[in-house]
């Protein structure tokens, strides 16, 4: 079983920053693929963005390509996703997600994380 820890949200102002961290915990089988996907009060989840086990295959949504930037340290089995230029829109809870079998931008992904919020306030 594993589990999926998301920490570095905040409220931050338009235009700031923030760093997300996600860390896996328990038993964790081959290569996986990890992402990130946010959810809006009242919307659908929708996907951020996601990287391969080797880092080889990188996508983003178009809504934050230039502003985010994912990453991954697999000896600590931790995502990153480093937020800039942040705009109100991007209020949202941010969930790190883990797939086993392929990266994907759909939420099929394996094990999903609590949830960390981040607010972008004008």
């Known amino acids: 079983q594993v589990q999926l820890v998301e920490s570095g949200g905040g409220s931050v102002q338009t235009g700031g920053s923030l760093r997300l961290s996600c860390a896996a915990s328990g038993r964790t089988f081959g290569t996986y693929a990890m992402a990130w996907f946010r959810q809006a009060p009242g919307k659908e989840r929708e996907f951020v963005a996601a990287i391969s086990w080797s880092g080889g295959s990188i996508y983003y949504a178009d809504f934050v390509k230039g502003r985010f930037s994912i990453s991954r340290d697999n000896a600590k089995k931790t995502v990153y996703l480093q937020m800039s230029s942040l705009k109100p829109e991007d209020t949202a809870v941010y969930y790190c997600?883990?797939?086993?079998?392929?990266?994907?931008?759909?939420?099929?992904?394996?094990?999903w994380g609590q949830g960390t919020q981040v607010t972008v306030s004008s």
């Open positions: 997600a883990m797939r086993y079998v392929g990266i994907t931008t759909n939420p099929m992904y394996d094990y």
